[in-house]
């Protein structure tokens, strides 16, 4: 990982960046806003031409001194140039509204993060989600996804389902590789992995493991793809060290899921699926690591995300460099025997057996 080992910027330049990231909740905000009144997208219809501000004015629904202010905000940002009065967009503008994981992780940011973050330094200082009652009343976020208002709710699982989604068809053919012919999904969400599992190999039989909360969407999943024969229900809280995994699996699934943990409960976790696992076994770990990942601006966003369990989700968790994974397994009596990294671009796949 060479991205943050140097100091590239000039004084001036750093100068500048400090500035970008004093405004850049105003930016963010700005950006947000003309994307979602369609104003990006009216002006990158133009063209070359662009649009003046009554040009602009005659189609979008809004005061046109709001609109004025925030296509100025526009030109701070970057997403536009002004050219002889006319608005043009950059292409920084068309990354705005047209990629999806920049949308994707925008509406993250807004309908989960945003309002709970002003809270940050209290969840630092005390070791808890001190943002998460912006979203509702539970201990961590994941007790209550299935009860988030809805945009929000449809904001994390667009997120967390681009990601791990995006990974599944290179993960399905290093897994079944291995021909495994009972697999434990742990942490199974919103059951996907289940489904693309079932229906990639259709003699595999599939226990999913996760909170009662989280197991009624991976039921409604699993219904709608009529595989209830074939894919079990365990209903456990992780956090309860008392409870075992249930064993008799070929192999055991983790994807994005030990990062929702500190490390001490991951040991627990890693521990208890070791105990569950008989000498022929393979556990299976897709996540994102920091390190691994092909450029900068990729290992950034797992870093800010961190911030996200560290404010939201629970107020001990992260986005992990791997080297802090690897020594939680070999804490808990596991071993890497393979690593492929760049699964579905920003993956990394551990093959993990006992040691």
Not at 255 to 268: A, G, N, R, T
Request: hydrophobic share 45%; net charge negative; glycine share 6%.
């Amino acid at each position: 990982m060479e991205f943050f080992k140097e100091d590239k910027l000039s004084a001036f330049d750093a100068k500048a960046e400090a500035q970008r990231i004093a405004f850049a909740p105003v930016m963010f905000q700005a950006c947000r806003v003309l994307r979602d009144a369609g104003v990006l997208e009216l002006v990158q219809q133009s063209g070359a031409t662009g649009l003046t501000l009554n040009e602009i004015a005659a189609q979008i629904k809004m005061p046109r001194y709001g609109l004025k202010v925030l296509l100025g905000a526009g030109l701070g940002s970057g997403v536009f140039c002004l050219n002889a009065e006319r608005y043009s967009l950059t292409k920084l503008g068309y990354f705005m509204f047209r990629d999806p994981m920049t949308r994707v992780n925008m509406d993250f940011v807004q309908d989960i993060c945003y309002r709970g973050l002003f809270d940050l330094d209290q969840s630092i200082a005390q070791g808890k989600p001190a943002g998460l009652p912006t979203l509702g009343d539970w201990k961590t976020i994941y007790e209550g996804i299935s009860s988030l208002a809805p945009r929000a709710r449809e904001s994390w699982l667009a997120f967390d389902h681009y990601y791990s989604d995006a990974a599944f068809p290179a993960a399905l053919k290093l897994v079944f590789a291995d021909k495994p012919k009972r697999l434990l999904d742990v942490g199974g969400n919103t059951g996907n992995w289940s489904v693309a599992c079932a229906k990639f190999d259709a003699a595999v039989k599939i226990t999913i493991a996760d909170l009662p909360q989280q197991l009624e969407l991976a039921r409604e999943t699993i219904r709608k793809n009529n595989l209830a024969e074939r894919v079990d229900l365990f209903a456990i809280n992780l956090l309860d060290e008392s409870l075992p995994l249930p064993a008799d699996h070929d192999a055991i699934w983790m994807s994005q899921f030990l990062d929702c943990f500190s490390e001490p409960e991951i040991v627990s976790i890693l521990k208890r699926a070791a105990a569950a696992m008989s000498a022929d076994s393979t556990l299976y770990i897709l996540d994102l690591f920091w390190d691994r990942q092909p450029n900068a601006a990729a290992a950034s966003c797992l870093q800010q995300t961190s911030l996200y369990f560290t404010c939201i989700a629970n107020g001990n968790s992260q986005m992990y460099h791997s080297s802090d994974l690897i020594r939680c397994l070999a804490e808990s009596g596991l071993k890497v025997v393979a690593e492929h990294d760049q699964v579905g671009l920003y993956h990394t796949l551990l093959k993990c057996r006992k040691a």
